[in-house]
């Protein structure tokens, strides 16, 4: 009985081990038996077991997951706020990019609207409106010069060399070229003035103004290998440094003559009682000394256009104001270069011109008078032979 009472024993246990293997999967284990022992030990105040769990970690088990289901929920919410996000973040900078479109398509429209607006101001203020009609509405020489526009083309009246000459605009818009520049040249030298012309030759091009800084002597050497003068051009270029500066020694004695005349006839307007007697001798020498700087100033232009249109080629033109920017390209600077390469006779010497008289002179530089009247258009690509025309 003790033995069987043992092996009941042991058999509770083995199976109350094997409950928790998870194999085993019953709902609840009763310790209940048919055998007489048993229900003997249960009357001696042994209790029946209490139903057990089948798995005793089964709770920890499902914790865990709810644990884990907890952490992984806020996870997945950050995801998804991100990736909404970056969404919302890419159609802003769309939106961005079409209103920054919208915006240079805007101001493109203001420019072009601005734009015709400026050619319809231009084109209404060519021809006159009621608001000048009012304007000029108690100038009789308008309403006379708008009265005769309708029934006659418009003219230009041009004073050249104090001399009036009427021209219609149809008219002039039918001139050759060779005279249309013929006639810009007169207006041009007659509106000249020889101070502006001496500024302009002392200025530098970058600035727009007469500066005290000029080119240096090292520059124009390097200008005259630059321009690759052919030994024609050099001996015309000399040829023409002889002529100008005995032509210009002529006019400069007879200014100090004029000078002196007029320094002696000041003097006797002072002393004499009657001084009016003198005045018009003082009248004529100014009237004298004024024409003799006309005439040098003529020179000057005149030997200008001979170096520069004549001798020198558009190509050789080109590359000297390219090689002296910014400083003006100068005739006087370039002679001296020349001059002293060469050996020629100073200014002071050519001015004095004890070799020539002064009719020589002066007939030498009208032979530099026809060189220029033959010149034209189809010789500024060329070199055109000054000592051909001397001879």
Not at 113 to 126: A, D, G, I, P, R
Not at 127 to 139: I, R
Not at 174 to 194: D, I, R
Not at 278 to 304: D, G, M, P
Request: proline share 4%; aromatic share 6%; hydrophobic share 40%.
């Amino acid at each position: 009985m003790l033995q069987s009472g043992a092996s009941e024993h042991a058999q509770v246990d083995a199976i109350a081990h094997a409950s928790t293997a998870p194999e085993f999967r019953p709902i609840a284990l009763w310790r209940a038996t048919a055998d007489p022992l048993f229900d003997s030990s249960a009357s001696s105040g042994i209790t029946a077991r209490q139903p057990v769990d089948e798995y005793p970690g089964s709770a920890v088990v499902g914790g865990s997951k709810r644990q884990n289901r907890a952490r992984s929920a806020p996870a997945s919410l950050e995801r998804k706020l991100e990736a909404k996000v970056k969404d919302v973040e890419a159609q802003l900078s769309q939106v961005n990019a079409q209103l920054a479109q919208l915006r240079h398509q805007q101001q493109e429209l203001e420019i072009q609207n601005q734009v015709l607006e400026n050619k319809t101001q231009t084109h209404s203020s060519l021809s006159p409106t009621a608001e000048d009609v009012l304007l000029w509405k108690g100038d009789a020489a308008w309403h006379e010069q708008a009265n005769s526009s309708h029934d006659h083309a418009w003219a230009l009246n041009l004073t050249v060399r104090q001399n009036d000459c009427y021209v219609t605009v149809n008219d002039l818009c039918q001139l050759p070229l060779a005279k249309l520049t013929k006639l810009y040249t007169v207006l041009a030298v007659s509106m000249h003035n020889p101070n502006l012309l001496y500024k302009l030759d002392q200025s530098r091009m970058d600035l727009g103004c007469a500066v005290q800084e000029t080119a240096s002597d090292e520059c124009f050497r390097r200008l005259v290998v630059a321009m690759s003068y052919s030994k024609e051009q050099i001996q015309d270029l000399l040829h023409l440094r002889r002529l100008f500066y005995g032509r210009q020694g002529v006019l400069d004695r007879q200014r100090r003559d004029l000078v002196g005349k007029l320094s002696s006839n000041e003097a006797m307007v002072m002393t004499d009682s009657p001084p009016q007697s003198n005045y018009s001798v003082l009248t004529s020498i100014s009237h004298e000394l004024r024409a003799n700087a006309a005439e040098e100033h003529c020179l000057r232009l005149q030997c200008c256009c001979a170096c520069f249109r004549g001798i020198h080629t558009s190509k050789q033109c080109a590359t000297g104001m390219v090689h002296m920017y910014p400083f003006m390209l100068q005739r006087g600077r370039l002679f001296v270069e020349l001059a002293a390469q060469i050996g020629e006779p100073s200014v002071r010497e050519l001015m004095t011109g004890l070799s020539k008289s002064d009719a020589q002179h002066m007939a030498d530089w009208q032979h530099v008078v026809t060189y220029l009247d033959k010149l034209s258009l189809n010789h500024l690509d060329m070199h055109c032979p000054l000592l051909g025309i001397q001879q």
